[in-house]
């Protein structure tokens, strides 16, 4: 079983998190032909998109139906609860990362180079974030992101955590930490985790290569 993965991307963290969490038998791999509009990757994954997992000859997109099928293949240690209430609970975080906190966060990265910003859109991706993390910040239940034990809803937040942390005190917002503490208290929590420490490791050298023009 084979991740295609970036180290630079939140969406291929999200996935090497849970690999990493449940010491799952699963290569990381880099992207065929070196970009993701390669002529090879793009035969392997039409989509060209990271992450893709080669499952034994089938492949799967999007990070959180990858996330889902290595619960399932590799089921311990769990990352979802046992109980429809709680499992519920840690999609409904996946879910509010992958289409309301992220994307925002997205629109920005250009911006980050620009040689001319775009103020009105930094100004409004900013505060839809913003709004984003309040609602985080009420709906966040101590320890993890849904209480005791950490789920994918974690596996998903982290690795976005980790680009929210650089770029909104670059683009001059305060950090996403500054004024809420429920998310704070996550974040300390999660930064004890082996495999947290690892992918934010992987992401903060990936960003220093980014830095110097290498895509990895
Ligand atoms: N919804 C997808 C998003 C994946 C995604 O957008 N990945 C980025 C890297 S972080 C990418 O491949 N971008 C290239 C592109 O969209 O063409 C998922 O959850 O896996």
Known sequence: MKLYNLYLSNFASKCRLA???KGAKVEVASIPGGDLKSPEYLKIYPLGKTPSLD???????????????????FPAPALLPKD??????????????????????????????????????????????????????????APYAIGAAFTLGDCALVPTFFFLNVVLPMLGAKGP???????????????ERDAVKKVLGE???ALGAYQKGVVR
């Open 55 to 73: 499952a034994d000859g089938v492949m799967i997109g999007e990070s959180e139906v990858i996330n889902e099928f290595l619960e399932d293949r």
């Open 203 to 205: 992401q903060q050298e």
């Open 177 to 191: 930490f500054d004024g809420r503490p429920q998310l704070a208290a996550w974040w300390a929590k999660v930064r």
């Open 19 to 21: 690999i990493y969490e």
């Open 84 to 141: 429809p209430v709680g499992r519920a609970r840690s999609r409904m975080v996946s879910r509010f990362h992958d289409l309301y906190l992220e994307p925002p966060l997205r629109a920005l990265f250009p911006q980050l180079a620009a040689a001319e910003k775009d103020t009105k859109l930094i100004a409004e991706k900013l505060a839809e974030i913003a709004t984003r993390l309040d609602q985080l910040e009420t709906t966040i239940e």
